[in-house]
């Protein structure tokens, strides 16, 4: 089964640099800047492609500032219609 992929962003000037969302994250993905915000706060940044869209980050953020977008299997399209076949046919679909 394909892995779902996720995607954060957080509104890095609000981050008041708590770490709840660091330490809540299961895969790892996220860690604290050495660079500071507009606010004089370490703020969260995403740093591994990893991010599995869970939102655990999102719910534990005092904040609310961090927005959690996934990207599920990609929708089976139909590729080719076979209609009134009356003797055996090979169809190659590439
Ligand atoms: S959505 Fe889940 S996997 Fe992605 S950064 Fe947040 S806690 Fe980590
Ligand atoms: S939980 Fe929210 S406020 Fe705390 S470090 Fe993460 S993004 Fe910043």
Known sequence: MAKIKGHISINIDNCKGCELCVAECPQQSL??????NTKGYHYAVLVE???TGCTN??????????TVYRQGKKKKEQV????????NITVNVG
């Open 31 to 36: 860690k604290m800047s050495e660079n500071i």
């Open 80 to 87: 080719a219609v076979i209609k009134n076949v009356t003797e």
């Open 57 to 66: 980050c999102a719910l534990v953020c005092p904040e609310a500032i961090i």
């Open 49 to 51: 492609d990893n991010c």
